[in-house]
């Protein structure tokens, strides 16, 4: 697959807490507890499990996108929180990209086994854009296309992406998915896909931005077939309106049934997509070559 970041973020810090035989976390909720087994949150307790943490400690999360929107928020949590705590353990040396992407998925679909893959964790702890091949030995191979700056710029100058509400859990529409894999159909689907990242790796290479966004549009539509909740009527509106006002191309990203539309076009066109998606909100973005990154650190705690 080929997967990039973007200039949206997850911020995680923690510090000593007050009341040194308790731990608190802030997300959307704030707890208090004094064991780790007792904490609610799932990614949260099973990280604090692995890292075996102390008490007397305060874990707090903001986020420029929020969850069940198919940006990769959950993991890029997961990612963060790991990179953070291993900071705070003096284990900063420990937390390279592969090892955060392999813990990442550990707690994810080992501890908590959500029906995900493995992508998302991996994107947001290396960064960039990047070639990620999953292996049958369970290894994971990242490697950057290694776009020069002008060809990232324009690609980033090529995409627009648009909300469209509904947020979700991506559960239901992976285990459906998940369970249709093994139908014969649903394998050739699939290994179409996968064959396609080589094509659209060399488009993007080469600055062939139409035929990148038909390979998108062939994607797509693949896709839809794989599960039955990944697309609905109001999802394919806001396609279709996308293709018609001069985009080359696009996609749903994440799992389906809500979250973001991304498509590619021409910048002349930008103008002419918001007009046709008026109904939906513009989230602009630039692409950035930046993993999980700890930004400040003070020593003395």
């Not at 020069?148 to 509400?165: R, T």
């Not at 794989?226 to 006002?245: F, K, R, T, V």
């Amino acid at each position: 697959m080929i997967s990039t970041s973007i200039n949206k973020y997850m911020y995680i810090s923690s510090h000593d807490y007050f009341n040194g035989d308790e731990i608190r976390t802030k997300y959307s909720k704030t707890e208090t507890v004094r064991a780790i087994d007792d904490l609610n949150h799932p990614i949260l307790r099973s990280i604090m499990q692995r890292l075996q943490v102390s008490t007397g400690l305060e874990v707090s999360s903001i986020a420029d996108v929020p969850s069940g929107t198919g940006m990769g928020s959950s993991s890029s949590f997961t990612v963060g929180t790991l990179h953070n705590l291993m900071a705070r353990l003096g284990r900063a040396d420990e937390a390279t990209a592969s090892w955060l992407g392999k813990t990442a998925c550990d707690v994810e679909l080992g501890d908590l086994k959500e029906p995900i893959g493995k992508q998302d964790q991996y994107a947001a702890a290396y960064g960039g854009l990047n070639v990620i091949t999953f292996q049958r030995n369970d290894d994971v191979d990242v490697t950057a296309l290694g776009l020069n700056d002008q060809g990232m710029s324009a690609f980033s100058s090529h995409i627009k992406l648009y909300y469209l509400g509904n947020q979700r859990s991506a559960s239901s529409i992976l285990v459906e998915q998940n369970n249709n894999n093994a139908l014969a159909d649903k394998q050739a689907a699939l290994q179409t896909m996968v064959s396609m990242v080589p094509a659209f790796a060399q488009s993007l290479t080469d600055g062939q931005f139409t035929f990148a966004g038909k390979l998108l549009n062939d994607n797509w539509s693949l896709k839809q077939s794989l599960a039955s909740g990944i697309s609905n009527p109001m999802i394919s509106q806001a396609y279709q309106a996308g293709i018609s006002a001069g985009a080359y191309g696009g996609k749903l990203l994440g799992a389906g049934g809500g979250g973001f539309m991304l498509f590619l076009a021409s910048s002349d066109k930008h103008k002419a997509l918001d007009a046709a998606l008026s109904n939906l909100r513009p989230f602009p973005v630039d692409l950035t070559s930046e993993g999980s990154t700890v930004i400040h650190q003070d020593e003395t705690t």
